[in-house]
């Protein structure tokens, strides 16, 4: 199974709405195993499992399905119920309709608009106070709660053209790519993506059988599951994944087993924004923390085993990845302690 990982900034950045609702963050992450001194190092990473894990755990002691970023609570259960509702819509513009409707009464700070631009549909967020700073998490939150759901109910990604934000390029932005569209725009009017209207007619696909699977991991999983599988980057992480990081192939060999040129490769790719050395880097990186966390393989081991010929070199290229050597990582992250009474889904 592929195992990615989250950016601290957006441990740091959910945290937001624990620390304004008078809660304990530093408590929360050691509850799911995180030393809060992770959060001094803006490059650090922490696995999804984890970040789903934190998730979870700050919506069932806020009990907000919202994570503290508004000011009314989503109380935990309010998503099952909305995708109930949605779910005997007949195409997606219907049921988009009703998820945006359910948003708007659900959330006072931020709403959500479904129109027509330019041949494109677009999804608009509208903040209840325009003055006020925007509040990043949430509009993150939201457009990927949306998009995510409705991809899931036609069974199809739906790619999105462009994505625009009102606010400045966040440090946060490099994954936007993954998470949106390779088209960003910052300092917009408002924050919107847009799609082919095509899909909103769509038929919804899902049962209440294949409801009931997905609400075991929703909405939290909304939120970490952002790779475009069938993009070139995931295509070729699939190959790699298949070998030892020793024996990964060179760009040529690549290109030969995609039956596609070298520099129609590297074009494509470039389109994507994307590169061969940083898929191999950010793949290493992800299974070193992966490593890290869920093994008790030494730092010597796991830089044998991710093709380092050197520790030393393990070391060096953790800390660019991340700002903390290995040993340092490590001691950062734990097990998760106990929940207590936390109600289990």
């Known amino acids: ?26 408590e929360m992450l050691e509850q799911v195993g995180l030393s809060p001194a992770l959060l001094s190092h803006p490059h650090a990473r922490v696995s999804s499992d984890t970040y789903t894990m934190l998730l979870r755990l700050i919506a069932q002691v806020l009990d907000d399905e919202f994570f503290g970023h508004d000011s009314r609570r989503v109380k935990v259960g309010s998503f099952a119920m909305m995708c109930h509702c949605v779910i005997h819509c007949r195409t997606l513009d219907k049921a988009l309709a009703r998820a945006l409707r359910f948003f708007d009464l659900g959330l006072d700070d931020l709403r959500g608009t479904l129109s027509s631009l330019d041949g494109k549909a677009v999804l608009t967020l509208i903040e209840r106070d325009p003055a006020a700073s925007a509040r990043i998490f ?20 739906i790619p999105l053209q462009w994505a625009a934000f009102r606010y400045a390029r966040p440090p946060q932005a490099e994954e936007y790519r993954l998470m949106f569209s390779a088209d960003l725009r910052f300092e917009q009017p408002e924050t919107a993506v847009a799609f082919d209207p095509q899909y909103l007619a769509l038929p ?5 059988q294949s409801l009931k699977t997905f609400l075991a991991v929703a909405p939290e999983n909304l939120l ?17 994944r298949a070998q030892p990081p020793g024996e990964w192939p060179g760009f040529d060999d690549i ?9 129609t490769l590297r074009r494509r790719m470039e389109a994507e924004g994307q590169s061969y050395q940083a898929i191999k880097d950010h793949l290493r990186r992800d299974m070193a923390i992966n490593l890290l966390s869920d093994t008790r393989l030494s730092v010597m081991d796991i830089a044998a085993e991710l093709g380092f010929a050197e520790t030393s070199a393990f070391h060096r290229a953790f800390k660019k990845w991340t ?17 207590g009474n936390a109600p289990v889904d």
């Open 1 to 26: 199974m592929e195992k990615g990982t989250i950016s601290i900034l957006f441990v740091d950045a959910v945290l937001d709405g624990v620390r304004r609702r008078g809660f304990d963050a530093d």
């Open 204 to 208: 919804v696909v899902r049962t209440a």
């Open 224 to 240: 970490i599951q952002y790779k475009d599988s069938s993009s070139l980057a995931a295509q070729i992480q699939r190959r790699l």
């Open 138 to 157: 949430a509009q993150e939150t939201l457009l990927m709660f949306v998009h995510r759901l409705a991809c899931w109910l036609v069974n199809r990604r």
């Open 323 to 339: 700002g903390a050597n290995p040993g340092e990582y490590r001691r950062s992250v734990s097990a998760p302690a106990p929940m």
């Open 255 to 263: 290109a030969l087993d995609m039956r596609l040129s070298v520099s």
